[in-house]
């Protein structure tokens, strides 16, 4: 908007991302196992993973709905927030409560990350978006609405699902299910590395 207005020249302008710590956020599967004993996922089971306040913003309502849909795999939402009551009546109504565990607010989401194999973020709308930044920097492929910032982060259209349609993101997913060990990789290597490590290390953005 700055730059249409010529309140300043393009070439003058330089984005400065959110920063996360990537001696943190790190692809270390042995951190997760023993949340996926505790939660009881074998090591086969397929988890998608969602991190957000519960709340409109965030949709989880849409994402619960999506998820239904799918006839296998587990999906935990970590977060608090004044849809929690409601969240779980829908969990319910949909029949997935054997499949879905709302697992509050953590403190150890390194952990959580590398116990999932898919991250879902199911954003109305957005800023930033950094638990992306965070989740493929631990080597997890990842599912994004377009909300705000999110497909700047992913850099990847074809893991990116327009707002308000989540429920058709069936070609990423498919994809996912299907090549899941190989996209651990992909991610890691063609994402997870050159974004986070270029674009949203805290180290290099503070230098």
């Known amino acids: 908007m700055f730059i249409k207005r010529k309140a300043f020249r393009k070439q003058d302008n330089l984005a ?3 920063g996360i710590d990537l001696s943190r956020f790190v692809p270390d599967r042995s951190l997760g196992e023993d949340l996926r004993k ?3 996922v074998g090591p086969d089971d397929f988890v998608f993973f969602n991190a957000g306040r519960l709340t409109a913003a965030k949709d989880q309502d ?5 998820f239904s849909r799918l006839p296998h795999g587990q999906l935990w939402i970590a977060g608090e927030g004044e849809l929690r009551d409601e969240l779980s009546s829908t969990v319910a109504a949909l029949g997935i409560r054997e499949r879905v565990k709302l697992l509050g607010a953590r403190s150890d ?3 959580c990350y590398n116990a999932a194999d898919c991250f879902v973020l199911s ?6 978006g950094i638990v992306l930044a965070e989740a493929m920097a631990c080597g997890l492929p990842v599912i994004t609405t377009d909300a705000g910032g999110c497909a700047e982060v992913v850099q990847n259209d074809f893991f990116v699902v327009i707002t308000d349609v989540l429920q058709r993101c069936k070609f990423p997913v498919a994809y996912i299910l299907t090549h899941h060990r190989l996209c651990h990789l992909d991610i890691l290597f063609i994402i997870g590395c050159r974004c986070n490590k270029v674009h949203f ?3 290099d953005l503070a230098d």
């Open 16 to 18: 400065v991302y959110n």
């Open 38 to 40: 505790e939660l009881g």
């Open 62 to 66: 849409n994402l619960l709905r999506a």
């Open 109 to 111: 989401m390194a952990r």
């Open 123 to 128: 954003s109305a709308w957005e800023g930033f």
């Open 201 to 203: 290390g805290a180290a």
